[in-house]
């Protein structure tokens, strides 16, 4: 009998062609062995950055609504559990092991990714829990994503920039094409982007999507007293129009969030006839909602904020949420990034945020080695620098150098904010 780590080390180096290898075939093969197919709506989440808080939203808000939720989402911080929730619990290491032993029996001679596994392993256990929706966050792109095995009776994509192009292409309109391709014909689709990208329209259009945009079909506006209103009006629609008032503003800080919780509750609206939600368990999953290293403000003194941003779309929110935050005396970065990122892109554009860098490699194949973080910081001009021989002794010589005035931004990947929660006080 596996433990659930005996698994992951085993599913690391499992797959031949490494851990990732796009296509449906396999995958599908092994879905179709196992019989999952679900009974209860499906959202698909894509997007390039806010799909993780979109998935965090509807699943706090279904919650809320007595709704039995499953939720997939990658990748984790702690623990790989936090891939799988219901009812925005991660679920058990002995539910996770039954179901990657459901699926070795079920694949016989298919080989398949750490991710390929993950996704079924979630599906698996949300039809045997019987859950009434399943929120499935897509793990890259959309069209070739394992999560794309499952038709989705409602899709979202968030945000659409360059990041991963050796898997998607090098323009934002190929990038657009591979996220569209999670719509499905006569199905909503979300777009939290206006005006969204040609391919991305022609896409919904050639397949039959119902389009749904940001500024067109939906849109949001900050109201005083710390509140805001949100407001449903299809184009399509026979006069169909729904207003939430006096929302509360999203636990979940930074100011491209109201739209990300726009985009989820346009979900909301599409699948009322199914899932009716009202508008307490809206107010009470705006304001419990959450979702860990997303500019999230730890409590305390110094003020730390923890973001996972790692391509240069989620570095211009996490500078236009720095912005916004009190003043700071001293303002230290606690960074490292993975070296297939756009680290000029990053560096670029958040550079004058910041006094001093402590920098540090990540322990994984795909780190920047310190020496070239190094380069990289002082091609750009940044010479207050500081080298450590991990994420963790950076981040715990800023917090013993930071006076209580001054700000810590820990940020550029989930593995670097990952390695200082596991050193957090």
Known sequence: MKTLQDWLSHLETAHSAGPIDMGLARVGEVKARM??????????????????????????????????VGTLTSPHLLRFNERIAINTQPVSDEM?????????????????????????????????????????????????????????????VTSIDLDHEAFLGDTVEKIAFEKAGVFRSGKPAVCGQNPPPQSLQQHAEAIGADLLLIKRDFDYAPLENVQWRYRY??????????????????????????????????????????LPVDLGAVKRGLVMVENPGRFQVLPGRPLTVLDVGHNPHA??????????????????????????KDIDGVLDTVKDQFDEWFTAPLDVPRGMSADALQQKLAAHGIDNVRSFGNIGEAYRAALAKAGENDRIVVFGSFHTVAEAMSVLP
């Open 96 to 156: 996770i092991v039954g179901a990657f032993e459901r699926i070795e029996a079920a694949r016989g001679d298919i080989s398949l990714t750490y991710f390929e596994f993950n996704t079924l392993a979630a599906v698996d256990i949300f039809m045997r829990e019987q859950v009434d929706v399943m929120v499935l966050e897509v793990g890259l792109g959309g069209r070739l994503d394992a999560v794309n095995i499952f038709d989705a009776d409602c899709a979202v």
């Open 233 to 274: 009006h299809p184009q399509h629609s026979d006069g169909i129009t729904r207003n939430r008032n006096a929302l509360p503003v999203p636990a979940l800080r930074g100011a491209y969030q109201m739209g990300n919780a726009a985009c989820a509750l346009t979900v909301l609206e599409t699948l009322h006839d199914r």
């Open 315 to 340: 570095a211009r929110a996490l500078r236009r949420s720095l912005i916004n935050l009190a003043f700071a005396q001293n303002r230290t970065a606690v960074f490292s990034m993975l070296a297939d």
């Open 35 to 68: 019989g999952l197919q679900p009974q209860c709506p499906v959202i698909v989440v894509a997007g390039t950055n806010g799909k993780g808080s979109v998935c965090a939203y509807l699943s706090r808000i279904y919650a809320q609504a007595g709704f039995k």
